[in-house]
């Protein structure tokens, strides 16, 4: 099918799904969303031209993981979105089983989308293809077709190019897997963004003292921040350790001093982005403030997936709220971006309370979009508990020095749950979405995203203790 053939199958879609999204109650209000179909990695992410650009991985026509349009949201403020055509749909021949994850840059007053053209072959088997295409208004682009092919030593699994120009030349990650089915990060190095060299292995499973570590790296993003590199990275095929990598895949960064010349990247242990259940695919962008900002698929391809009940409307999975990071130490902190507070509608609660031994409600914090904070000024005892709409449970052990996060599973409506360690809890900043929470603790310290679909008339909030704990609530309608 043509481009324009394609477009219009998506906009027909959209437009029969819109009674249904209509009805949904857990279409979320302050987090972007597909119009129609399954949303999953972000990507490009850019400030260009006085706006905010997010593209994304999308399936126009199903909740399945099929051949990848990118689609797009522009914004001056990140609170208000517009929603443009999509930027890449998968007509061309190097892309025509999806056009799948990648970043952008500017150049020359121009917009450069780097991204993977997907192929299945005949006999089902995978090719891909490094692309590109520019814009002069980042709304429309002219594709330039592959501008990198499959080196030797990879499998196919070979894809999500990130981009971004350092002392006059421009650099790309790329996640891999070589021949020996170990998880890589790739480097390729240009000039002009249409000839690039490859630069082989910037880390991996087995490189750098790091052992084995997984079968397939997605999603590389490299970037200096502070006096350190950071490397972001989604390496699937981890086995749970602990209270680590408790999802199927996960998602995380490596700091330590990279060298251009030599490709050389020194580094310290992986640590994991996000504590929940529903984070993946993470991607950062510096802004026009200098800030570096992150957002993240608030979903993952589970064996729960399948179960969401927004399937039954015509839709699946959003997007994280934009995060602020940086480096305190040698950990990563993430922080909301300073925009959201413009989402508040009003300060419904302020008060410092104490919780001794027993279960608190209050009328003001209750309901189901919301932002909240805590400031623990006391606590004597062993557990601090939030239950949120008869669905979440947030839990901190004191004794155990645990911070644990409980829903109710969408499979089968059994009790399954995150943790993280966690050696005191000072604060506690949630922002609660209709059917999502983003947990934000001690001051970005630890964070832990999840979805959860909970009955439309349940807006119960309680708090209850094991001891005492003296604590200053606020809480904003958003």
């Given at each position: 099918m043509n481009q324009q053939e394609l477009l219009q199958l998506a906009s027909k879609k959209i437009e029969e799904?819109?009674?249904?999204?209509?009805?949904?109650?857990?279409r979320l209000q302050f987090h972007l969303m597909p119009p129609?179909?399954?949303?999953?990695?972000?990507?490009?992410?850019?400030?260009?031209?006085?706006?905010?650009?997010?593209f994304y991985q999308w399936n126009p026509f199903d909740t399945t993981h099929g051949a990848k349009?990118?689609?797009?949201?522009?914004?001056?403020?990140?609170?208000?979105?517009?929603?443009?055509?999509?930027?890449l749909v998968p007509s061309e021949w190097y892309e025509k089983n999806g056009c799948y994850s990648g970043s952008a840059v500017e150049h020359n007053g121009k917009m450069y989308l780097f991204y993977t053209g997907n192929v299945k072959n005949e006999h089902n088997e995978r090719q891909t293809y490094q692309c590109m295409a520019?814009?002069?208004?980042?709304?429309?682009?002219?594709?330039?077709?592959p501008v990198i092919y499959l080196p030797?030593?990879?499998?196919?699994?070979?894809?999500?190019?990130?981009?971004?120009?350092q002392n006059g030349r421009w650099y790309m990650v790329l996640g891999a897997q070589n021949d020996q089915e170990e998880g890589q990060v790739v480097l390729y190095t240009s000039l002009d963004l249409e000839n690039w060299e490859f630069k082989g292995p910037l880390a991996g499973g087995n490189l750098n003292g790091l052992g084995d570590f997984g079968y397939m790296w997605e999603c590389p993003d490299l970037f200096r921040l502070g006096a350190q590199d950071v490397l972001l990275v989604s390496p699937q095929?981890?086995?749970?350790?602990?209270?680590?990598?408790?999802?199927?895949?996960?998602?995380?960064?490596?700091?330590?001093?990279?060298?251009?010349?030599?490709?050389?990247?020194e580094h310290g242990p992986f640590i994991e982005l996000d504590r929940g259940f529903d984070f993946y695919a993470p991607q950062t962008f510096e802004d026009d403030q200098g800030r570096r900002l992150l957002y993240a698929w608030?979903?993952?391809?589970?064996?729960?997936?399948a179960y969401q009940p927004t399937i039954a409307n015509g839709w699946i999975h959003a997007l994280t709220i934009p995060r602020e990071i940086e480096i305190k130490g040698n950990k990563l902190y993430q922080k909301p971006a300073v925009e959201l507070t413009h989402l508040r509608k009003s300060l419904d609660f302020q008060q410092q309370v104490s919780i001794e031994n027993e279960v608190k409600t209050w009328t003001e914090i209750n309901g189901t979009v919301s932002e909240i904070r805590l400031?623990?000024?006391q606590m004597e005892g062993t557990h601090f508990e939030i239950t949120l709409r008869e669905n979440l449970k947030l839990r901190f052990n004191q004794a155990e020095k645990l911070f644990t996060l409980e829903r109710k599973s969408f499979k089968d409506g059994t009790t399954e749950s995150r943790s993280c360690e966690l050696p005191i809890l000072t604060d506690i900043h949630l922002f609660l979405d209709t059917s999502s929470i983003e947990i934000f603790l001690n001051g970005g310290q630890e964070v832990m995203t999840a979805r959860f679909f909970a009955e439309p008339f349940e807006q119960t909030i309680t708090f209850s203790s094991n001891g005492k704990i003296d604590v200053f609530i606020e809480k904003w309608s958003l």
């Amino acid at each position: 099918m043509n481009q324009q053939e394609l477009l219009q199958l998506a906009s027909k879609k959209i437009e029969e799904n819109k009674p249904l999204i209509a009805k949904d109650f857990n279409r979320l209000q302050f987090h972007l969303m597909p119009p129609v179909g399954l949303l999953n990695d972000p990507n490009g992410l850019i400030y260009f031209n006085g706006a905010y650009h997010v593209f994304y991985q999308w399936n126009p026509f199903d909740t399945t993981h099929g051949a990848k349009f990118w689609g797009h949201y522009t914004s001056k403020d990140l609170i208000s979105w517009e929603e443009q055509p999509p930027a890449l749909v998968p007509s061309e021949w190097y892309e025509k089983n999806g056009c799948y994850s990648g970043s952008a840059v500017e150049h020359n007053g121009k917009m450069y989308l780097f991204y993977t053209g997907n192929v299945k072959n005949e006999h089902n088997e995978r090719q891909t293809y490094q692309c590109m295409a520019v814009s002069s208004d980042g709304i429309t682009f002219e594709k330039k077709g592959p501008v990198i092919y499959l080196p030797d030593g990879y499998t196919p699994h070979f894809r999500d190019p990130k981009v971004w120009q350092q002392n006059g030349r421009w650099y790309m990650v790329l996640g891999a897997q070589n021949d020996q089915e170990e998880g890589q990060v790739v480097l390729y190095t240009s000039l002009d963004l249409e000839n690039w060299e490859f630069k082989g292995p910037l880390a991996g499973g087995n490189l750098n003292g790091l052992g084995d570590f997984g079968y397939m790296w997605e999603c590389p993003d490299l970037f200096r921040l502070g006096a350190q590199d950071v490397l972001l990275v989604s390496p699937q095929g981890l086995e749970p350790a602990g209270h680590l990598y408790q999802n199927l895949f996960q998602s995380g960064y490596f700091i330590g001093n990279w060298t251009p010349e030599t490709n050389q990247y020194e580094h310290g242990p992986f640590i994991e982005l996000d504590r929940g259940f529903d984070f993946y695919a993470p991607q950062t962008f510096e802004d026009d403030q200098g800030r570096r900002l992150l957002y993240a698929w608030m979903g993952l391809t589970d064996d729960t997936e399948a179960y969401q009940p927004t399937i039954a409307n015509g839709w699946i999975h959003a997007l994280t709220i934009p995060r602020e990071i940086e480096i305190k130490g040698n950990k990563l902190y993430q922080k909301p971006a300073v925009e959201l507070t413009h989402l508040r509608k009003s300060l419904d609660f302020q008060q410092q309370v104490s919780i001794e031994n027993e279960v608190k409600t209050w009328t003001e914090i209750n309901g189901t979009v919301s932002e909240i904070r805590l400031e623990m000024s006391q606590m004597e005892g062993t557990h601090f508990e939030i239950t949120l709409r008869e669905n979440l449970k947030l839990r901190f052990n004191q004794a155990e020095k645990l911070f644990t996060l409980e829903r109710k599973s969408f499979k089968d409506g059994t009790t399954e749950s995150r943790s993280c360690e966690l050696p005191i809890l000072t604060d506690i900043h949630l922002f609660l979405d209709t059917s999502s929470i983003e947990i934000f603790l001690n001051g970005g310290q630890e964070v832990m995203t999840a979805r959860f679909f909970a009955e439309p008339f349940e807006q119960t909030i309680t708090f209850s203790s094991n001891g005492k704990i003296d604590v200053f609530i606020e809480k904003w309608s958003l």
